[in-house]
C-alpha cells in the first residue's frame, strides 16, 4: 500500500500545481480510445467548470515530430492524459522555456524521466505498480479533479471506473480499489455480479447476447441471427407482442437455459469452458438518467466506438457530461462499429495461424488500423484462443505496418513483456513502440514489414520457450 500511498500523494500534489496555474492558458492532448476519452473528457468538464482558457486535441497515433509540434501550440501548461510516457525525450526537447508540463499516464517508461521541475509525470509505473493492470488514465484524472474540486463533484470518479473498465483493469487492489471505494461512499457507483450477456439489463435479450464480445464467442458474437437461433431452440420467448422482451425480463429459469446453451455452443468451437467463467462484476451507476451509460461497460463501448469511427470529439463530449444531441449521434455509430468488428473478427478467424503458443493474423487486407486495437482484445478474450499471445498487423494509412499485441495476464507474471518486445524491435527497424507487459503496439515503415511480422512473431515464441524451460526445470 506504501506504493499506492506515494501516487496518490503525486496525484495530489498535481492538483495543487494546477490550482495553482488555473489562470493560464492550457492545452491538453489525450488518446481516443475509451480511457483516453474518459481521462480527457474528466479535464475537460474540469476546465470548463474552473473557467480555464484551454485548447484541446485529441489524436490516435503520435510520433516525437507529433509532440514537438503540440508543444508549439500557444499554452502555458500543456498537459497530456493517455499518452506522453513513452515521448518523454520530445516533451523534454520541445517544451518552451517558463512553460509547464503534466503527463497522466500509466505505460511502461522507455527512458528515467528528465529531471526538470517543468515537467511533471504521474504515472504508477514510477511507484513499482503495473499501470497495465492498475492506475489507467481515467483513474488517475478522476482522483486529480477530485482532489482539485471542494463541490462534491463526484462525476469524474464514474467516469475513472469507466476508463477502468473499457481497459481491462481489476478494482481488487491498489489505486484503482482506492477509486471505487472511493465512489461507493459518494454513492455514484454500485456493483453486482452477473453473467458478462446480462449485463445490458434494457437491450433486448438476443442483442445482450450477440453483442458480448468480451468473452468473445465464436459464431455467436457480433452474429444477431445465432443469438435469435440459439435462443428460440430453448423455448425462450424473444417477444412479448408487437416489441422485444428485454433481459430485465428474464425469468432466473430462463436465464439458466441460456447459460447452459452458451456454455454447450461455447465448448463445441473447442473451448474449455464452465458457466463461472462468464460470471462478471458490473458497475452501476445509479444518477444516470439515461440507460445506454448507466452500466460502465456499456459507458466504455460507446466511448471505444467513437474513437474507432473517427468521431472522437462526440466521445470526448459525451465523457465530459454531456447527453441530447450528442448521444444521439453516438448511438448511431455504435451500431457501424459492432457491424465493421463482427465483419473484421470473422475474416479474421479465416485467417489466422498459430505458432507454438502465438495467434498471428496479418489483416493488412482487411483490418482497419482504428480496429486493430478492438479486434485484438476481443479475441484475447476468447475462451478458443485462452493462454496466447494475440499480434494482429495492419496497414497505416500512410502505407506503413501497424501491430497491436495482447498477452495473458500469466504469462506476464513470469517476465513476458510485450510493451519491451515491440519497443525493441520497432526501433530497431526505424519504428516506435512500446506499451505494458499484456497489451503494447508499434508502427514501422513499410520498407520493413515482412521483417517486422517475422521478428516480432519469433521473439514472442522464444520468450514463451523460455518460460516454458524455466517451469520445467
Known sequence: ????????????????????????????????????????????RSAVRMNMDFCFRITADLTRQDFQDFLRTSADVYLFTDLGTGHLDAVDAGIPDGKTALILDHHQLQHPPPERDEIVLVNPELHDIDGGRDGCAAVLAALLAFFMTDDNDSYPLRLGVVG????????????????????????????????????????????????TDT?????????EDTAVSLLSS???????????????????????????????????????????????TTYVFPDEAESSLAVAHEFGSLLNACGRMRRAELGLLLAAGSRGEVLL?????????????????????????????????????????????????????SPVHHGQ?????????????????????????????????????????????GGHKMAAGATIPSENAETAIEQITQVCVEELARIEAENAG
Open 215 to 223: 468473452p468473445y464467442i465464436p459464431d455467436l458474437s457480433g452474429r
Open 389 to 433: 499471445v494475440i499480434l494482429i498487423f495492419t496497414d497505416t494509412a500512410d502505407g506503413g505496418l501497424k501491430v497491436s499485441s495482447r498477452a495473458p495476464v500469466p504469462l506476464t507474471d513470469q517476465g513476458f513483456n510485450l510493451g519491451r518486445i515491440l519497443s525493441k524491435v520497432a526501433t530497431k527497424l526505424g519504428g516506435e513502440g
Open 1 to 44: 500500500m506504501k506504493n499506492v500511498q506515494r501516487l496518490i500523494d503525486s496525484l495530489q500534489d498535481a492538483a495543487k500545481l494546477l490550482l495553482d496555474l488555473r489562470e493560464e492558458r492550457f492545452a491538453f492532448l489525450t488518446h481516443y480510445d475509451a480511457d483516453g476519452l474518459s481521462s480527457g473528457g474528466i479535464m475537460l
Open 164 to 211: 477502468m473498465v473499457a481497459d481491462m483493469q481489476k478494482a481488487d487492489d491498489g489505486v484503482n480499489r482506492f477509486l471505487l471505494d472511493l465512489a461507493e461512499k459518494e454513492g455514484t457507483v454500485k456493483r453486482r455480479t452477473d453473467f458478462a450477456f446480462f449485463r445490458l439489463a434494457n437491450a433486448p435479450i438476443h442483442k445482450a447476447l450477440c453483442w
Open 234 to 280: 430453448q423455448g425462450i420467448s424473444l417477444r412479448d407482442g408487437n416489441r422485444w422482451r428485454t433481459v430485465s425480463e428474464l425469468t432466473q429459469e430462463e436465464k439458466e437455459q441460456i447459460v447452459r446453451v452458451v456454455v454447450e455452443h461455447t465448448a463445441s468451437k473447442g473451448a474449455k469452458i464452465r458457466s463461472s467463467d462468464f460470471m462478471e
Open 329 to 381: 449521434e453516438v448511438s448511431k455509430l455504435v451500431e457501424e462499429k459492432r457491424a465493421k468488428v463482427a465483419a473484421q473478427l470473422e475474416e479474421a478467424r479465416k485467417s489466422f495461424y498459430v505458432r507454438e503458443g502465438v495467434m498471428v493474423v496479418d489483416g493488412r487486407r482487411f483490418i482497419d488500423e482504428n480496429f486493430a486495437g478492438t479486434v485484438s482484445t476481443v479475441l484475447s478474450k
